[in-house]
């Protein structure tokens, strides 16, 4: 029997339970009450319905920073265009993993806040599926992302693509995209969500014994390279490491580097590299908390980077142009080191942490 869409949506609510629609906790000065991001296959069917609507929710609200973003259609465009021009200056660098968690704070931020999101962002942990990924819980059904694209790749005139094709299933089936992929400057270019999954990259990047390895790696200076990988020529594919290997096994938007958060996966991907840091940092906490390091300038031979300063990643670092929760000024380094430290500072003198979440495993 064939089963609609709205009717699921239907039932997701119904069987929701007064758990499941409690408020978030207000906003002390410091860590009370966390937020919790849990795996998104253990989340309820309401809980999945909630977060799914709340990203369609952001779709369709106006931007809030086109006068910086000329392009930008929507808050949810916002957020892709940041991501786009700062590329250069967060990947194959030390403040990646820093940078990364605090953009992950403001998107939830703004589900939260103009969407109605209950709780925190959902991780998906995909050495759960390495060995099948299409048949993931996360890429199949109605209250999902949707599985593999089909059908030609569509490229709008004077856009790009890379490979990958429409997906036309789950939440986000036939999901208009406003941008262009690639780099700067943005172009307003209306196709389809794109991606082509492959299971040969899928089976060995996203096996667990890729995390284990980086799980053990001893300070940040080893950890942060090898989890986020990089692009080393002329065979880039032994390098990829977990998060590179992750985007190239979904292909399509998310093989892009620039403009990989058009699928929406993205988010829920990149939460579980952060659960990663954060699960690493919690193994030593004394030694791994505020562990920071690695070359401001972007290593390897891809450079995107004019004129990059020298010098390491510090606690001081400016996450630009990532002002979390609303705050005046932009955010360093040191306040997002602890995903539990809001009003904690990183040292003594160091401005107040401003995090409070965790991840449920």
């Given at each position: ?23 978030h ?12 991001r ?20 952001l ?5 809030t920073?086109?006068?910086t ?6 808050r ?10 700062s590329?250069?200056?967060v990947?194959?660098v ?8 605090a ?11 103009e ?11 995909p ?19 949707g ?33 262009a992929q ?10 389809c ?7 040969d990259?899928a089976?060995?990047w ?37 998060h ?6 979904m292909?399509?938007?998310?093989s ?14 990149h939460?579980?590299?952060d659960?990663?840091?954060?699960k ?15 070359p401001?300038?972007?290593?390897g ?11 390491n ?9 990532l ?11 040191g306040?997002?080191?602890n ?11 160091k401005p107040?942490?401003i995090?409070c979440?965790e991840?449920?495993?």
């Amino acid at each position: 029997m064939k089963v609609s869409l709205s009717s699921v949506l239907l039932g997701a609510l119904l069987a929701s339970t007064p758990a499941d629609v409690a408020a978030h906790p207000g906003h002390p000065n410091t860590c009370v009450v966390t937020t919790k991001r849990k795996e998104f296959r253990n989340l309820t069917n309401f809980q999945k319905l909630n977060f799914l609507t709340s990203v369609k929710c952001l779709m369709s609200r106006p931007s809030t920073l086109s006068a910086t973003y000329p392009a930008s259609t929507s808050r949810w465009t916002d957020f892709l265009l940041i991501h786009q021009a700062s590329t250069p200056f967060v990947h194959w660098v030390g403040q990646f993993l820093p940078w990364h968690r605090a953009f992950l704070q403001d998107f939830e931020d703004a589900l939260r806040n103009e969407c109605g999101l209950l709780g925190g962002i959902p991780y998906w942990n995909p050495a759960l599926d390495f060995a099948n990924l299409t048949a993931s819980p996360v890429l199949s059904g109605p209250l999902s992302f949707g599985g593999n694209g089909v059908g030609p790749v569509v490229v709008p005139p004077g856009g790009q693509s890379s490979d990958g094709n429409c997906v036309i299933d789950g939440f986000f089936a036939n999901e208009s995209v406003r941008v262009a992929q690639g780099p700067p400057p943005a172009q307003i270019a209306d196709r389809c969500l794109l991606r082509y999954i492959r299971q040969d990259f899928a089976s060995y990047w996203m096996n667990p014994s890729h995390v284990a390895t980086v799980l053990a790696q001893p300070d940040y200076a080893a950890f942060a390279p090898l989890i986020e990988g990089d692009m080393i020529p002329p065979d880039v594919f032994p390098t990829m490491g977990i998060h590179t290997g992750g985007h190239a096994t979904m292909g399509g938007d998310m093989s892009d580097m620039f403009t990989s958060n058009a699928d929406p996966i993205f988010y829920p991907f990149h939460a579980n590299i952060d659960r990663l840091w954060a699960k690493w940092q919690a193994a030593n906490p004394t030694a791994r908390q505020y562990d920071i390091s690695n070359p401001i300038a972007p290593r390897g031979v891809i450079q995107m980077w004019p004129n990059p300063p020298a010098g390491n990643v510090t606690l001081d670092y400016l996450l630009s142009p990532l002002k979390v929760g609303g705050a005046s000024s932009v955010t360093t380094v040191g306040q997002i080191m602890n995903t539990k430290g809001k009003g904690v500072p990183s040292a003594p003198g160091k401005p107040n942490g401003i995090l409070c979440y965790e991840y449920v495993e």
